[in-house]
Each structure stands twice: as structure tokens, then as C-alpha cells.
């Protein structure tokens, strides 16, 4: 089984920074597509940022993070990473990473793409 396992939220203030792990397995599970996806409380789980894992680029961004997040593939096999400044209440949610795989140089944003998740991670911005 595909376990992910996330870490590192938090609770900051406005303006701070945050960076959140996803540690996947330390095997070739046949995937090549790592996500972030957030879900704020009663509202709809969506897409933050991905990366195809083939060439360590990251291929989404959701508009209101680009420039702030930065998604990273760390050293360690299936391993990424998002870095987040400026952070404001409204990214306040539970972050989840997501694996999956794709045959082009491009993850889906998706969240129907992608079969593996991780428990997730709580992230508290406040004003």
C-alpha cells in the first residue's frame, strides 16, 4: 500500500512562512505526479500545486499561491516539499499530498487523477 505522509503545519500570522513535507515511499510505486491539494471547512477540496517528479518541474500552481508557494522535490525518492511566504488567513485549511501518474510531462490538477493521499497536514493563518 501507498502510504504519504505529511508534516510541518502550523498555526502563523499573516505575512509569516510555512513549509510543509510529503514523504512518499523509498520505492518506485509507478508514480511520477506529486500534489498539494487544500480544503478549507465546508468547502471543496482543490488543487494547489503539482510537479512531475521525471524532471523536478512544477506544472500547476493555483492562481491566488503562484508567486507566494513554491512546490520542490526533495533528495530522498518521492519526496516534495511546498514552501510557503506571505502567507494570508485565506490559505487557512488541511493540506494534503496526492500521488499519482500521468503519460505526459504534465500532472493533472485534478483531483480524480490522483489514487494516493496522505492524512494531511493543518495549516491556521490568522490575522
Known amino acids: 500500500q501507498v502510504q504519504l505522509v505529511e508534516s510541518g503545519g502550523g498555526s502563523v500570522q499573516t505575512g509569516e512562512s510555512l513549509r510543509v513535507s510529503c514523504a512518499g515511499p523509498?520505492?518506485?510505486?509507478?508514480?511520477?505526479?506529486m500534489a498539494w491539494f487544500r480544503q478549507a471547512p465546508g468547502q471543496e477540496r482543490v488543487a494547489v500545486a503539482n510537479?512531475?517528479?521525471?524532471?523536478?518541474?512544477?506544472?500547476y500552481y493555483r492562481d491566488s499561491v503562484r508567486g507566494r508557494f513554491t512546490i520542490s522535490q526533495g533528495n530522498r525518492k518521492n519526496t516534495v516539499y511546498l514552501q510557503m511566504n506571505n502567507l494570508k488567513p485565506e490559505d487557512t485549511g488541511m493540506y494534503y499530498c496526492a500521488a499519482g501518474s500521468v503519460h505526459i510531462a504534465r500532472c493533472y490538477f485534478g483531483a480524480e487523477h490522483y489514487p494516493y493521499w496522505g492524512q494531511g497536514t493543518q495549516v491556521t493563518v490568522s490575522s
Open positions: 523509498d520505492y518506485d510505486f509507478g508514480g511520477n505526479c
Open positions: 510537479i512531475y517528479l521525471e524532471s523536478g518541474d512544477a506544472t
